[in-house]
């Protein structure tokens, strides 16, 4: 089947729980296969979760293989950019170093999503170059299972602890170079596509929710109607203001759905009911800064 909207609708809802990251990763491939782009591959990985955490797991990985397509593949991925001081290039000390015919990364990043399970590492690193005023950062690939690699799993989140997070220690690690410019090829894009993505899975997820507890149609309609605005969005051109704008409008209509569809969770079993409530201010996490990039975006188009 190469329709998402059909299959959410349709599909058989697996009722075993998976019992880790890893069991969930191939939960997701089994059923993303059947599709194709990366957006429509985070709704099913999204509808086969059993919570919002391993929702989220499908977004975040169909992000990343949206924006790094030559590195995809059956591998967990993770981009490790946070530092001490936070993610802006400004904050960011590890470095990329020549060493031979090619690269190595020195520096520590204090909280890498998926911790342990990742097996490929997308890490933000400074050349010690200055262009425009601003450091310049490029992305490499750093394979987590090599010498000069040290990952140190933190404790788990209050929401989706299901997730792992960690710390990385990367001492003269070998590092494949990524084309482009580690802020504005890799840094900035990814938020705006990560954004779409998660919402994507989240959406997914809602679907299977909502056919298990017997929402109302008209909720399931708005649901769908959600994810075909999302697989509208031209996440070619991320930087678009057009994008930013668009998106703000569909987060904004899905905070409409969520809170007017409130009263339904009444009817989901106990169990999914508590880990929504747990779980819940995952979805908020980047909306700071969401909020900042969509009245950018306004003012580059001029409208007040």
């Keep these: 089947m190469n ?27 089994a059923v993303a296969e059947a599709f194709r782009s990366p957006v429509d591959r985070a709704v099913a990985g999204g509808f086969a979760a059993d ?26 991925l993770a981009v490790s950019a946070t530092e001490e001081g936070g993610a802006h290039p400004s904050s960011i000390r590890t470095a990329l170093v020549p060493a031979g015919d090619g690269w190595v990364v020195r520096g520590t990043k204090t909280f ?11 890490v933000i690193a400074g050349t010690g170059e ?23 799993n933190r404790p788990p989140l209050p929401m989706a602890p299901e997730i792992p997070h960690a710390t990385v220690v990367f001492a003269d690690a070998p590092a494949r170079l990524l084309p482009g ?16 993505h998660v919402l994507a899975a989240t959406l997914g997820w809602l679907v299977r929710v909502g056919r298990a507890a017997r929402w109302p149609r008209a909720t399931l309609q708005r649901l769908l109607a959600s994810v075909a ?7 070619d051109s991320p930087a678009s203001p057009g994008v930013h704008i668009a998106l703000g409008g ?31 201010p995952l979805l908020a996490t980047a909306g700071r800064v ?9 003012r580059r188009v001029a409208i007040d």
């Excluded at 019992?19 to 491939?29: G, S, Y």
């Excluded at 200055?130 to 140190?152: F, N, S």
């Excluded at 605005?229 to 996440?235: H, K």
């Design 3 to 29: 329709d998402v909207l059909e299959y959410v609708l349709t599909e058989p809802i697996a009722e075993a729980a998976p019992a880790d990251v890893d069991q969930a990763w191939a939960r997701h491939l």
């Design 51 to 76: 919570r919002l955490g391993v929702a989220f797991l499908s977004g975040y990985q169909e992000a990343l293989r949206k924006l790094l397509p030559e590195v995809a593949g059956a591998d967990l």
């Design 112 to 122: 890498t999503t998926m911790g342990e399970r990742a097996r490929q590492l997308v």
């Design 130 to 152: 200055v262009v425009d005023g601003r450091p310049r950062l490029r992305a490499v690939l750093v394979a987590a299972e090599q010498p000069g690699v040290t990952v140190t």
């Design 181 to 196: 410019d580690g802020y504005l090829n890799f840094l900035k894009p990814f938020r705006t596509i990560e954004d779409a």
């Design 229 to 235: 605005m999302v697989r509208g969005l031209d996440l």
């Design 250 to 280: 569909i987060f904004a209509e899905f905070e409409r759905l969520l809170t007017e569809s409130e009263p339904l969770w009444q009817q989901v079993d106990a169990g999914t009911r508590e880990r929504w409530e747990r779980d819940r």
């Design 290 to 298: 969401r909020a900042q990039r969509l009245e950018t975006a306004w």
